[in-house]
């Protein structure tokens, strides 16, 4: 099998994962109807760059970038209503899902009626992309602090951190294959970033299970 279309199929299957992991905090939040420990941020930025790399494939013609980004798009949706339904902080919340709905109108009106098409407008697009990309790895990084203070790893998901540092690792290799630095670049952070989050649970657990009455953190 060429190793571009292996390449392909393991950034589908993995980015997807990756994007189903927030199957797990639908379930909990239906169950508890509740949406206490679990991050708002992450749905939102997350739904925000498949809408941009979905419109970045569609301008390449990419199939494998369009595929992934309509169903992570979807899923996000679906996450964020779900949230919003269930949060006590409904004002919050709606306050950020307007400014990224903003965000994403000013987006529109720029890249698709103000820039003329053209490579250009593909470079600008992808460029915003990637900031866009690096901000959605960041964003589970914000309560770090909180996290390392409290040594309580609950506001962090394990089976996304393994998801998302396979994710990115293989869409670094699918961009290096297409010389495609908007694709490579902003993947990279994500590779660290998982790192980071590794190491944490690594840490934690290691004190935890050293700790009287140590129960096994629930993944």
Same mark, same amino acid.
């Given at each position: 099998?060429?190793?571009?279309?292996?390449?392909?199929?393991? #950034?589908?299957?993995?980015?997807?994962?990756?994007?189903?992991?927030?199957?797990?905090?639908?379930?909990?939040?239906?169950?508890?109807?509740?949406?206490?420990?679990?991050?708002?941020?992450?749905?939102?930025?997350? #739904?925000?760059?498949?809408?941009?790399?979905?419109?970045?494939?569609?301008?390449?013609?990419?199939?494998?970038?369009?595929?992934?980004?309509?169903?992570?798009?979807?899923?996000?949706?679906?996450?964020?209503?779900?949230?919003?339904?269930?949060?006590?902080?409904?004002?919050?919340?709606?306050?950020?899902?307007?400014?990224?709905?903003?965000?994403?109108?000013?987006?529109?009106?720029?890249?698709?009626?103000?820039? +003329?098409?053209?490579?250009?407008?593909?470079?600008?697009?992808?460029?915003?992309?990637?900031?866009?990309?690096? #901000?959605?790895?960041?964003?589970?990084?914000?309560?770090?602090?909180?996290?390392? *203070? *409290?040594?309580?790893?609950? #506001?962090?998901?394990?089976?996304?951190?393994?998801?998302?540092?396979?994710?990115?690792?293989?869409?670094?290799?699918?961009?290096?294959?297409?010389?495609?630095?908007?694709?490579?670049? +902003?993947?990279?952070?994500?590779?660290?970033?998982?790192?980071?989050?590794?190491?944490?649970?690594?840490?934690?657990?290691?004190?935890?299970?050293?700790? +009287?009455?140590?129960?096994?953190?629930?993944?």
């Amino acid at each position: 099998m060429d190793f571009l279309v292996l390449l392909s199929w393991a #950034c589908i299957v993995f980015t997807v994962g990756m994007f189903s992991t927030g199957l797990t905090d639908l379930k909990k939040m239906m169950s508890t109807k509740s949406s206490d420990n679990i991050q708002f941020l992450p749905f939102l930025m997350t #739904c925000l760059n498949n809408l941009g790399w979905l419109y970045y494939g569609m301008l390449k013609k990419d199939g494998t970038v369009i595929l992934v980004n309509v169903i992570g798009a979807c899923l996000q949706v679906l996450y964020i209503i779900s949230y919003c339904h269930y949060t006590k902080e409904k004002r919050r919340v709606m306050g950020k899902s307007s400014v990224a709905a903003g965000v994403l109108a000013a987006g529109w009106l720029y890249f698709c009626v103000l820039l +003329p098409p053209g490579e250009d407008q593909l470079a600008q697009l992808g460029l915003t992309c990637s900031v866009v990309t690096v #901000c959605m790895y960041a964003s589970p990084l914000i309560d770090l602090v909180g996290i390392v *203070r *409290r040594r309580n790893l609950e #506001c962090l998901s394990f089976p996304l951190t393994v998801a998302t540092f396979f994710t990115s690792t293989s869409w670094v290799l699918y961009g290096l294959q297409l010389h495609d630095n908007y694709i490579m670049v +902003p993947n990279t952070p994500g590779i660290f970033t998982s790192l980071i989050r590794l190491f944490l649970f690594w840490r934690f657990s290691s004190v935890a299970e050293s700790s +009287p009455g140590y129960k096994p953190l629930k993944q």
